[in-house]
């Protein structure tokens, strides 16, 4: 909606808000590159040790979580991101997401650092072939791909990781 300009009547020019609108988002590492998620969508960070391994679970499901009574299933990122499954010895950090009622956590190498983005920092809106990615974005001569967490929460809910949580 444009605002009306009251020295000249005329309407004003499209707000520059948008433009500057700034976003938090964890940054974490998989392999050798990072990666990005809105940190609303991030319930709590918790350490890879807590997650109970098992046999015969999908190649995508590093394992389950215990947290507040409830079993959380948790996802390798290398498996979703087609990076290859890492060696589950690399994976230190788990990613708790919450969407209402429903919860996932991510297996990613590490957490590295919560950055706030400007849009104008962020590239592109969709990458090809990858439904979870939402673009890339650059801070110096650091870049990093965007996830999107809502897709990454309805492509992994419901399937194999929520019959294993329950």
Do not use: W
Not at 3 to 20: D, E
């Amino acid at each position: 909606m444009y605002a009306k300009s009251y020295a000249t009547g005329a309407p004003a020019a499209a707000p520059l808000a948008r433009i500057n609108e700034k976003q938090d988002y964890l940054v974490f590492r998989l392999g050798d590159g990072e990666y990005g998620i809105r940190l609303e969508n991030v319930q709590e960070l918790c350490s890879f040790d807590k997650v109970a391994q098992f046999s015969g679970a999908p190649e995508s499901i590093a394992g389950t979580l215990s947290l507040r009574s409830q079993r959380i299933p948790v996802v390798d990122m290398h498996a979703v991101m087609r990076n290859g499954n890492a060696d589950k010895g690399r994976l230190t950090d788990v990613i708790v997401l919450c969407d209402g009622d429903k919860q996932c956590g991510l297996a990613v190498d590490c957490v590295i650092d919560v950055v706030t983005l400007a849009e104008a920092q962020i590239t592109g809106t969709a990458v090809p072939g990858s439904p979870c990615r939402v673009g890339a974005a650059s801070i110096g001569q650091r870049s990093m791909i965007l996830l999107d967490a809502d897709k990454l929460m309805s492509d992994l809910r419901p399937g194999p990781a929520e019959r294993l949580a329950a």
